[in-house]
């Protein structure tokens, strides 16, 4: 009973981000509580960004996790694993971020929309294995540590092309 009331008193805290130099302070959340943060739609970009990132890392282990076990195990060549590990972090992220990131599509058929995600999710696939080839290849990484590395850069990208090509405001 005692941490369900911390609980939620937890979540009714204002959550106030502020950077402070010498001469300014901006607030970057506003006065979003935890809850707001964590639940309800929202426009800001730190906010949609934050939520990306544990839906990018839900997704990223599917996708590394997958990865490893078609490499290791089934023997398949890490780069055939790596594209089918990052389709299946694919569809774990469509589901996650459109339920709980992006809620209003700039278009009206779900399918439009899967498609187009998917569209922007194979130039990531490209960005993917193109990176993922020169790291572990030409530069000696191991390819899952390769994946590590390129997992970032390739989360930005999907981030903002989504965001900007097929998520509206509310």
Partial sequence: MISIRFQFF??????KKVITTHHFRV?????????EILTQDTDNLLVQLMR???VGGVSFVVDWGLLFVLTEFAGLHYLISATLSFLAGLVVNYVLSTYWIFRHSKLSSKWAEFIIYS??????LGLNNLFLYLLTDKV???YMFSKIIVA???????????KLILFKNK
């Fill in 152 to 162: 970032a850069v390739v989360m930005l990208w999907n981030f903002f092309a989504r």
């Fill in 52 to 54: 990306y990132i544990v």
């Fill in 10 to 15: 937890f979540l009714s805290l204002p959550i």
């Fill in 140 to 142: 000696g990484f191991h």
């Fill in 119 to 124: 569209m922007i999710g194979v130039i990531g």
């Fill in 27 to 35: 607030n970057i959340l506003g006065n979003m509580k935890l809850s």
